[in-house]
């Protein structure tokens, strides 16, 4: 079942604008992981971050978790119109950290 | 590293018949596969999760019967849709873990989109 809930499920902004999106999990978890996916294609893996850390940055990308609140953010600084796709948060249980599962997503659209 | 293909990546079929769907891991070697299952505009839902050399754990609700596994080796796994129906039409998506990399990554291949007549 799916126990992610991201918000918003559609963002529109313009380029060069900042991008952000937001998702909530239900179960103590192992590590939160963003996958990005165009359309009609594979998912392709952004970034993971532990349920001990707090912040993680990968070029334009950062993330943050906060356990307490069992949500995570991902802001996109920067977009461009390549950035346009669906983007999903993904849980890895403490229990069973080898599977994961999959919030709703958000579909962004970088306007040129 | 880590690249997962899919073949084939499109197929139309009709009612009835079967459809195998096949998971390749071209790069490292995967104990572990997992396949989902994607419909338009929505999330990934977890189908199975597939065990090199030993049975594949189904999700509830899923027919085992109906969406047959096999795992034969660390590179490949195979999912075939018996009797389709056009409620099976979907997009399905396989994922793999790299042993070699440790980590809890998934590295998914680019879907086969399954289209039943």
């Known amino acids: 079942s799916q126990q992610g809930e991201e918000d918003p499920q559609a963002l529109s902004i313009q380029e060069g604008e900042n991008a952000t999106m937001n998702c909530s999990y239900k179960t103590s978890i192992n590590n939160l992981q963003w996958y990005r996916q165009n359309s009609g294609r594979g998912l392709v893996h952004l970034i993971l971050?532990?349920?001990?850390?707090r912040e993680k940055h990968s070029g334009r990308l950062r993330v943050t978790l906060d356990t307490s609140k069992k949500s995570s953010s991902l802001l996109i600084t920067a977009s461009r119109a390549a950035d346009t796709a669906s983007y999903f948060c993904a849980t890895a249980d403490s229990g069973s950290a080898r599977q994961l599962t999959f919030g709703s997503g958000t579909q962004l659209t970088v306007l040129p | 590293g880590a690249v997962v293909s899919q073949h084939p990546s499109r197929v139309i079929c009709k009612s009835g018949t079967s459809v195998k769907i096949e998971c390749r891991s071209l790069d490292f070697q995967a104990t572990t596969m997992f396949w989902y299952r994607q419909f338009p505009k929505q999330s990934l839902m977890l189908m199975a999760t597939s065990n090199e050399g030993s049975k594949a754990t189904y999700e509830q609700g899923v027919e085992k019967d109906k969406f047959l596994i096999n795992h034969a080796s660390l590179t490949l796994s195979t999912l075939t849709v018996t009797s389709a129906h056009p409620e099976d039409s979907s997009f399905y998506i396989c994922?793999?873990?790299?042993?070699?990399?440790?980590?809890?990554?998934?590295?998914f291949g680019p879907g086969t989109r399954l289209t039943v007549t």
């Open positions: 994922s793999a873990r790299d042993l070699g990399r440790g980590g809890y990554e998934q590295y």
């Open positions: 971050i532990r349920s001990n850390e």
